[in-house]
């Protein structure tokens, strides 16, 4: 074990010593294995990834055949034999949500198999580098979407740069946490080909599904290979100039469906699938900051602000539209029909991450905080075996969506998301500090310690919370010896009086509550930066700051633009979006008025959902007599519970917004 943590503390220094001698980040985040959690809300679920999730990905790929294509592709015998192309990267996102998981918890048992997955993957390389089971199994006849040759679909659906980009994440993540070269070398023997094929002179394509740009970024790091981050800008600056029809409103046939409709300094607004979309424009915030180029960052700053200020949903979630798992147009967020896919939450907190790091702004933290308790694990059950792939915004018995779930799965045809999220929840940790110098950021508020250098001196800082229920926070600061710090803690907007980083969603009355900051018991004064409260001192070992937060329960209100949510409320507390289930309220949330004068009393209940604060509320309920013939009111409680928590007690009703008063009925026959 020793050994173990000695050489990933060497790889993880030369890594810094060459990040140094490079332009990137401001700002650094602080690696997931510097940080030791002890609270109840995200260990739980980190041992549920690694107890649950992980084995049951890897599990669910070799009985649906992902691994046997492998297996295949070896020996050039068979029939592909699963649905999708990129299902090869079914297996890449669990190896990595695995490596992730070994880094913190040594399990020899894991790390033999991981090796005995890197095996089977080698053999299905071809000599060249070349790794891509829907054409290596069988040439002559590749799957459908992969085209007669190498590359030539690749724009469109053959995915071949996206398997790619995928296997070189999951190869970073297993070099990072065991120091084996297995998978690394696979993958860097790709990425060579790939430098050889693609460039200026050479094959010139926009890949149809963006990561490959971000994974190049990973090996680009580790190996100082510069080619690889050349390759990353070509890829991005490649979008724009394929001809399609300009004038059609249609997203695959004018190029929106791929952001490939104009080049990407060019584009202003948040479009195309979303999934796609965070993938991209994660890629350009990594190669802006390597770089410095500024014309991506003003686009990216562009884009950002369009996807947060007219294409949000409230809980955090963004892709609406289920025809090409897409952004719609500006405002243009249903609920009945609100599509949310996982993955595209994933993707959200990878870009406001990043967009942090570039920027040094709190309103990125929010965002990726608002989605990461709400949107993005809402699509894992708290069994951690359990899946959405859509992520509603409300289920009636009425009317239903086809392409909305009302129940949870245990694996998919198409099963990214289910993978992504055995990639995404180990690595949390990673998302909590920050620093820049002498500046040290705490974005997310989770019991722990983490031990950080400040101007190479050793720092040690412990949270005390419960958090996402309570909030009241204690850092406790321990410097190896007295230093002269800026710890910068993040005051949310939530407790802001600002429901979202715009006017897209607001709280209908202000907090009274105040937000007090001690230092060892004393009120201190601070200045505000860009969202964090800053409080520079020489610090020494056993000082204590103390954070209180107000956790009124908001009532939040939309943009008067977003049509399907006029005169409607959602309810928030702290960080943590609410909705009523069917399980609470006698089988109909959908009923239910909230008039202004309605007051919410939050109870914890630890029985309840793995441990949850429920929300009580004196509510109207419309009723209709079994006639069918009357309708009348009637005093009700309504009981909301975490939105992220809904659809773990089985299938019924599930609503977010509610009316505030009774405008008009529509009468429907069922």
């Given at each position: 074990m020793?050994?173990?943590?000695?050489?990933?503390?060497?790889?993880?220094?030369s890594l810094s010593a060459f990040a140094q001698k490079q332009q990137d980040y401001p700002i650094q985040p602080v690696p997931f294995t510097s940080v030791k959690l002890?609270?109840?809300?995200?260990?739980?679920?980190?041992?549920?990834?690694?107890?649950?999730?992980i084995p049951a990905s890897f599990a669910r790929c070799e009985s649906t055949g992902r691994v046997k294509n492998f297996q295949m592709a070896a020996t050039h015998t068979g029939k592909f034999c699963t649905t999708y192309p990129f299902d090869d990267t079914d297996i890449y996102k669990t190896i990595e949500g695995a490596s992730y998981s070994l880094a913190v918890h040594p399990d020899p048992r894991l790390d033999h198999y991981i090796d005995s997955m890197i095996t089977i993957i080698g053999k299905a390389q071809e000599p060249d580098g070349y790794l891509y089971t829907a054409r290596t199994i069988d040439p002559i006849h590749p799957q459908a979407w992969a085209g007669p040759e190498r590359w030539v679909n690749e724009q469109n659906m053959s995915h071949e740069l996206y398997n790619c980009g995928h296997m070189y994440e999951a190869a970073a993540a297993h070099f990072m946490a065991t120091g084996k070269r297995n998978f690394l070398n696979i993958a860097l023997k790709n990425a060579d080909l790939l430098v050889r094929t693609?460039?200026?002179?050479?094959?010139?394509?926009?890949?149809?599904h963006e990561i490959v740009e971000m994974g190049l970024v990973r090996l680009y790091r580790i190996s100082g290979k510069k080619?690889?981050?050349?390759?990353?800008?070509?890829?991005?600056?490649?979008?724009?100039?394929?001809?399609?029809?300009?004038?059609?409103?249609?997203?695959?046939?004018?190029?929106?469906?791929?952001?490939?409709?104009?080049?990407?300094?060019?584009?202003?607004?948040?479009?195309?699938?979303?999934?796609r979309a965070m993938y991209l424009y994660s890629g350009m915030t990594d190669v802006a900051a390597l770089t410095g180029d500024k014309e991506y960052i003003a686009a990216i700053d562009k884009i950002w602000d369009n996807m947060v200020t007219k294409k949000i949903y409230v809980q955090g979630s963004i892709g609406a539209v289920g025809d090409g798992e897409r952004f719609g147009g500006n405002y243009e967020l249903p609920n009945t029909t609100a599509y949310n896919e996982t993955c595209a939450a994933i993707g959200n907190v990878f870009w406001n991450q990043r967009m942090f790091l570039l920027h040094g702004d709190a309103k990125y933290i929010d965002v990726l905080e608002k989605t990461l308790y709400n949107g993005l694990i809402s699509g894992v059950g708290l069994d951690g075996k359990s899946f959405f792939y859509t992520n509603a915004m409300q289920i009636r018995d009425s009317f239903t969506h086809p392409d909305i779930e009302r129940e949870r799965s245990g694996w998919f045809t198409c099963s990214c998301c289910p993978t992504n999220i055995a990639r995404l929840i180990p690595s949390i940790p990673g998302y909590m500090y920050a620093q820049?110098?002498?500046?040290?950021?705490?974005?997310?508020?989770?019991?722990?310690?983490?031990?950080?250098?400040?101007?190479?001196?050793?720092?040690?800082?412990?949270?005390?919370?419960?958090?996402?229920?309570?909030?009241?926070?204690?850092?406790?600061?321990?410097?190896?010896?007295?230093?002269?710090?800026?710890?910068k803690v993040r005051i949310p907007g939530w407790a802001q009086d600002k429901a979202i980083p715009s006017d897209l969603y607001s709280y209908e009355k202000s907090s009274a509550q105040k937000i007090e900051i001690k230092v060892n018991g004393k009120p201190v004064e601070y200045q505000m930066e860009h969202g964090y409260a800053v409080i520079s001192k020489k610090w020494k070992k056993g000082d204590k700051v103390e954070l209180t937060l107000p956790m009124d329960v908001q009532r939040v209100i939309a943009n008067e633009k977003l049509a399907d949510d006029n005169g409607k409320i959602a309810i928030q507390r702290g960080p943590i979006m609410y909705c009523a289930e069917w399980k609470d309220n006698t089988g109909k949330p959908s009923s239910f008025i909230i008039s202004k004068d309605v007051v919410f009393t939050p109870t914890y209940n630890a029985d309840l959902l793995n441990g949850v604060m429920v929300l009580k509320g004196d509510v109207k309920s419309v009723n209709v007599d079994e006639a069918g013939q009357n309708i009348n009111t009637s005093n009700t409680t309504l009981t909301a519970i975490p939105y992220y928590?809904?659809?773990?007690?089985?299938?019924?009703?599930?609503?977010?917004?509610?009316?505030?008063?009774?405008?008009f009925v529509d009468l429907l026959s069922k």
């Amino acid at each position: 074990m020793y050994k173990k943590i000695c050489l990933l503390a060497a790889v993880c220094c030369s890594l810094s010593a060459f990040a140094q001698k490079q332009q990137d980040y401001p700002i650094q985040p602080v690696p997931f294995t510097s940080v030791k959690l002890s609270d109840h809300f995200w260990t739980s679920r980190i041992e549920t990834n690694r107890t649950a999730t992980i084995p049951a990905s890897f599990a669910r790929c070799e009985s649906t055949g992902r691994v046997k294509n492998f297996q295949m592709a070896a020996t050039h015998t068979g029939k592909f034999c699963t649905t999708y192309p990129f299902d090869d990267t079914d297996i890449y996102k669990t190896i990595e949500g695995a490596s992730y998981s070994l880094a913190v918890h040594p399990d020899p048992r894991l790390d033999h198999y991981i090796d005995s997955m890197i095996t089977i993957i080698g053999k299905a390389q071809e000599p060249d580098g070349y790794l891509y089971t829907a054409r290596t199994i069988d040439p002559i006849h590749p799957q459908a979407w992969a085209g007669p040759e190498r590359w030539v679909n690749e724009q469109n659906m053959s995915h071949e740069l996206y398997n790619c980009g995928h296997m070189y994440e999951a190869a970073a993540a297993h070099f990072m946490a065991t120091g084996k070269r297995n998978f690394l070398n696979i993958a860097l023997k790709n990425a060579d080909l790939l430098v050889r094929t693609f460039g200026p002179g050479k094959r010139t394509v926009a890949p149809g599904h963006e990561i490959v740009e971000m994974g190049l970024v990973r090996l680009y790091r580790i190996s100082g290979k510069k080619e690889y981050l050349d390759l990353a800008k070509f890829f991005i600056d490649a979008r724009g100039h394929k001809e399609y029809n300009t004038k059609s409103k249609n997203p695959f046939e004018n190029g929106v469906y791929w952001q490939d409709n104009t080049p990407v300094i060019n584009q202003d607004e948040a479009e195309g699938h979303a999934v796609r979309a965070m993938y991209l424009y994660s890629g350009m915030t990594d190669v802006a900051a390597l770089t410095g180029d500024k014309e991506y960052i003003a686009a990216i700053d562009k884009i950002w602000d369009n996807m947060v200020t007219k294409k949000i949903y409230v809980q955090g979630s963004i892709g609406a539209v289920g025809d090409g798992e897409r952004f719609g147009g500006n405002y243009e967020l249903p609920n009945t029909t609100a599509y949310n896919e996982t993955c595209a939450a994933i993707g959200n907190v990878f870009w406001n991450q990043r967009m942090f790091l570039l920027h040094g702004d709190a309103k990125y933290i929010d965002v990726l905080e608002k989605t990461l308790y709400n949107g993005l694990i809402s699509g894992v059950g708290l069994d951690g075996k359990s899946f959405f792939y859509t992520n509603a915004m409300q289920i009636r018995d009425s009317f239903t969506h086809p392409d909305i779930e009302r129940e949870r799965s245990g694996w998919f045809t198409c099963s990214c998301c289910p993978t992504n999220i055995a990639r995404l929840i180990p690595s949390i940790p990673g998302y909590m500090y920050a620093q820049n110098g002498k500046d040290v950021y705490v974005n997310l508020f989770i019991s722990g310690s983490a031990n950080l250098k400040v101007a190479n001196k050793a720092l040690k800082i412990t949270q005390q919370n419960n958090y996402p229920w309570d909030g009241g926070l204690v850092f406790n600061v321990d410097p190896a010896s007295a230093m002269d710090m800026n710890l910068k803690v993040r005051i949310p907007g939530w407790a802001q009086d600002k429901a979202i980083p715009s006017d897209l969603y607001s709280y209908e009355k202000s907090s009274a509550q105040k937000i007090e900051i001690k230092v060892n018991g004393k009120p201190v004064e601070y200045q505000m930066e860009h969202g964090y409260a800053v409080i520079s001192k020489k610090w020494k070992k056993g000082d204590k700051v103390e954070l209180t937060l107000p956790m009124d329960v908001q009532r939040v209100i939309a943009n008067e633009k977003l049509a399907d949510d006029n005169g409607k409320i959602a309810i928030q507390r702290g960080p943590i979006m609410y909705c009523a289930e069917w399980k609470d309220n006698t089988g109909k949330p959908s009923s239910f008025i909230i008039s202004k004068d309605v007051v919410f009393t939050p109870t914890y209940n630890a029985d309840l959902l793995n441990g949850v604060m429920v929300l009580k509320g004196d509510v109207k309920s419309v009723n209709v007599d079994e006639a069918g013939q009357n309708i009348n009111t009637s005093n009700t409680t309504l009981t909301a519970i975490p939105y992220y928590s809904w659809a773990n007690r089985g299938k019924g009703e599930m609503q977010l917004w509610f009316p505030e008063q009774v405008k008009f009925v529509d009468l429907l026959s069922k």
